[in-house]
């Protein structure tokens, strides 16, 4: 398993930190859904926004493919 070490300020580790015990989980866990959560957006927009473009240039990408 790899690590990512990240900085957060004294604020958001409090806030991290009392979050996880609210939720019964500990900060790892948390900030580990937090950034599965944005991987899975960032796809889906990332994803939407190469279909919109491929479909808006299909004709020259087909034109290329030739």
Do not use: W, Y
């Amino acid at each position: 398993m790899n690590e990512l070490i990240i900085r957060l300020s004294d604020a958001e580790r409090a806030e991290c930190a009392d979050l996880a015990d609210a939720t019964g989980r500990s900060p790892e866990e948390l900030a580990l859904d937090a950034v599965r959560a944005l991987l899975r957006a960032e796809r889906g927009r990332v994803g939407a926004e190469a279909l919109r473009l491929a479909l808006r240039h299909a004709p020259l990408l087909k034109r290329l493919g030739e």
